[in-house]
Every structure is written in structure tokens, then in C-alpha cells.
């Protein structure tokens, strides 16, 4: 069983910048690729980035390409998400996840463990 504990969320202006974290317990955190996703109130949740166990650069959203960074320590099994230039728009809860071992999952429904989120709020 793997868990996932996010934290880093916030209120922050518009142009600001915020780093979540998301610290796993359970094993094989090295073997699993880790990703973010964001669900805002009455959307459906949607990726946001992920950084692969086995691939050496993340992938993004195009909505957050360029300001927003993934990143993976595994020594500490922690994730962190470095969001820069925030908009009104990225306002939403955001949780990480966990894929199953050597895995590559693409859906949300493909990850198999997820933490319980944490609010990131910009204004405008």
C-alpha cells in the first residue's frame, strides 16, 4: 500500500509562484512514475505533468508548459510540483499520484494510488 501526502498549497496573486510536495511511503517509489493532476470545482479532473520512472524528462499540460516544473527526488520519495507565473485559471485542488510499478500510465484511471490533495487558490 502506498501512501501519498501532498502539501505546498495556497493563496498566492496572480504571477506568483508555489511548490507542492508530495512525500510517498510504501516502496517501490523508484519504479512507479508519479504524476500531477488538478480538478477545479465543477470541471473534471485533468493532468497537469508527470516525470516517469524510466524517462528523463517530464511531460506537461500545454496550459502550464513553461511555467510549471516536475521533479523527482527518489533518496526521500518525494515529488515536487514548481508552479511559476500562477493564473486565476489554475485555481483547483491538486493531488499527485502513483502508477503502478514500471508502469506508464496516461489516465487518471491508469494511476493507482493518489493522495488526498491540496488547495491552490490564485487571485487575480
Known amino acids: 500500500q502506498v501512501q501519498l501526502v501532498e502539501s505546498g498549497g495556497g493563496l498566492v496573486q496572480a504571477g506568483g509562484s508555489l511548490r507542492l510536495s508530495c512525500a510517498a511511503s510504501g516502496g517501490s517509489f523508484n519504479s512507479r512514475t508519479m504524476g500531477w493532476f488538478r480538478q477545479a470545482p465543477g470541471k473534471e479532473r485533468e493532468f497537469v505533468a508527470d516525470i516517469s520512472w524510466n524517462r528523463g524528462s517530464p511531460r506537461y499540460a500545454d496550459s502550464v508548459q513553461g511555467r510549471f516544473t516536475a521533479s523527482r527526488v527518489n533518496a526521500n520519495a518525494t515529488v515536487y510540483l514548481h508552479m511559476n507565473g500562477l493564473k486565476p485559471d489554475d485555481t483547483a485542488v491538486y493531488y499527485c499520484?502513483?502508477?503502478?510499478?514500471?508502469?506508464?500510465?496516461?489516465?487518471?484511471?491508469?494511476?493507482?494510488?493518489w493522495g488526498q490533495g491540496t488547495q491552490v487558490t490564485v487571485s487575480s
Open positions: 499520484a502513483a502508477g503502478r510499478p514500471w508502469a506508464s500510465p496516461v489516465l487518471p484511471s491508469m494511476y493507482a494510488y
